[in-house]
């Protein structure tokens, strides 16, 4: 999501960025700019819509220059428009950003009383005028950024262009990517490395706490926090084009499932107040009646997204107090579905053009519900048809199987269902504030379970000659179970098959033996022990079991044969913990099996047909 390059060097600076930009488009946008530096301050172009429009923009109001930056933008703050384009620009600061400034009304607001103007309603804006500000009290630009960082909470990649100085660029990192191509008489910054390696294969990748000067021959990185210098060697990058797209991962998919820490993050941090215990969701554009006084909510959904509707089926009645149902577009849009005015339908899609969704929604709005899509693609078709929209900020997700975009509608339900509960009464400050807190820690989380990638591998080697598996999961983890099952059955094509535990024995426990592993859901928590029960009665027919469970789980080993390690989190966030390692088992199925992980055969990643 979003885009950066900074050149300097000395080829004209215009297509360096252009072309580069274009390699960064697989990362989401919405709009697109630049600036040059110029004898008379930073020239500007900027243009909404895709990277072709600003090249026309460029055609048209022809600019050049050795020392430049670009930017594509996906909305947060803002709509989209040139206004709010970047680059952003106050007194003789340009600046790009990726990320977001969670404290920036306190910001805006400090500055607009001390009399500073805004043109934009961003909140990157907001680092050009601290930057400008500290810049004229101590004369030095990358001392600038570093004091004007003190003051900016949240994460971010920025890179500063100023008009006194033509020949570099500085720039900072904190929890948005970053990396530096070292070339002959020129250095280059960016989001990603595909948009450095036609200039250069030699890559240093910026870290957290780093500030970077740049010129054309030389850079210095020093940490923000203590003043040291940090010396590193660049790496060379031996990625064929397609490679460096997938940033050394072997797959997409796998690019995706280790992405979903920044995902998460990106979706929930500008809508967490964290000292009023609340959510903000300015993009619903619903009014807050219509929501509050509902009789029903009503989930709908295809595929991957019709499992998030059920985890939010769960949260919508045990945090809101609402009923609530979720059901398959295809199966909802083909009877006579009792809905009104005082239900809100929440369709849930990644691509937005899901057509069963779009249709199920089309006969939602016949009988007059409310209609609120949770997609991760700006204005598609679902947005365009809803009363209201909530974004999720995955980025775009190219491997068939989603991942990071199911995590991602996860924590939007659980911010909608926290919302509606804080307006309905249902959720106090001090409740909300446990559930807003364990959520903000859901990506370090998610981080732990990564770092497991290798021991699932093994595991997945041990069963990857099976033929059929099961996933048990009970109340909020069953939907998990589906979603693992339906992961491993997409990509491996081992077909598997997700259970409530509890119905084990109403059928699938004859499937038992020997030769079919089961996984089983079962985190320290609710239900537990009655998980654990199932465990052991899959233990009793001979079958195999793979147990996801809570790290501080002191008895799980002696009764599945091999452990998926999750740490310990509020149970209602579980879902967003425990389908990590599920992702990543059919992940290393796919992969030891030779199957085609990103494109699966017969699959398409936008089902837009019926």
Known sequence: M??????????????VILNGLEKLEYRGYDSAGLAVWSEQGAMLRRAVGKLENLRREVERNPLAGTLGI????????GRPSEMNAHPHRYGGVTVVHNGIIENHRELRHALEAAGHPFSSETDTEIAAHLIHDEFEACGDLLEALRRALLRIEGSYALVVLHDKYPDRLV?????????????????ILASDVPALISRTRNIIFIEDGDLIEIRQDSHRIVNRHTGEEQHRVPKNITWTPAMAEKGGFKHFMLKEIFEQPRAIGDTIRSRILVEEADVVLDDLKIPEARLTGLRKVQFIACGTSYHA??????????????????????EFRYRDPLVSEDTLVVAISQSGETADTIAAVNEAKKKGAWVLTICNVLDASLPRLSHGTLYTHAGPEIGVASTKAFTTQLAAVYLLAVWMGRRKGTVDRARAQVLLDSLMQVPSLMEKCLEHSEAIRET?????????????GRNLLYPVALEGALKLKEISYIHAEGYPAGEMKHGPIALIDEHVPTVALAPLGFCYDKTLSNVQEVKARRGPVIAVASDTDPHIAQYADRVFLVPQCDYLLSPMICVVPLQLFAYHMADLKGTDVDQPRNLAKSVTVE
């Open 2 to 15: 979003c885009g950066i390059v900074g050149y300097v060097g000395n080829d004209n600076s215009v297509p």
């Open 70 to 77: 670009g930017h594509t933008r996906w909305a947060t703050h």
């Open 171 to 187: 720039a900072a990192r904190q929890m948005s990517p970053l990396v530096l191509g070292v070339g002959q008489n020129e250095r």
């Open 309 to 330: 509707c059920l985890v939010g089926k769960y949260l919508m009645e045990n945090l809101a107090q609402v009923p609530a149902d979720a059901e398959i577009g295809s």
């Open 460 to 472: 997945a080697r041990h069963y990857m000659d099976a033929r059929n598996m099961l996933f048990l």
